[in-house]
């Protein structure tokens, strides 16, 4: 069964970058399509950005297309979403989800594994 851990949050001035990783156990990340997701308490989930499976097609919600950066490495069995020129707007829990599909999605309910989520905080 797949499990997935995130890591690579923190605290970071406004305009700053960070990259955080999405790394998987237990059955091989290449045959998932991966996504992440961010969500404070008072707002709905946001699907920040996906990437397939295979070809590695990538996709991007709006609010980040230009400054996000989805990527994966399937020998280390990790997927990557670097952030640049963070604003205190993007600050959120940031989860990783996994669904056994070619296609990615930004769709929550997609998505059969998730990891724990790491904290994003962008300070003004």
């Known amino acids: 069964q797949l499990q997935l851990v995130e890591s690579g949050g923190g605290l970071v001035q406004a305009g700053g970058s960070l990259r955080l990783s999405c790394a998987g156990s237990?059955?091989?990340?290449?045959?998932?399509?991966i996504g992440w997701f961010r969500q404070a308490p008072w707002k709905e989930r946001e699907g920040v950005s996906c990437?397939?499976?295979?070809?590695?097609?990538?996709n991007y919600a709006d609010s980040v297309k230009g400054r996000f950066t989805i990527s994966r490495d399937n020998a280390k069995g990790t997927v990557y979403l670097q952030m640049n020129s963070l604003k205190p707007e993007d600050a959120d829990v940031y989860s990783c989800?996994?669904?056994?599909?070619?296609?990615?999605?930004?769709?929550?309910?997609?998505?059969?594994?998730w990891g724990q989520g790491t904290q994003v905080t962008v300070s003004s």
């Open positions: 990437i397939s499976a295979v070809d590695g097609s990538t």
């Open positions: 237990g059955s091989r990340l290449d045959d998932y399509a």
């Open positions: 989800a996994a669904v056994l599909t070619f296609r990615c999605s930004r769709l929550y309910s997609d998505y059969m594994a």
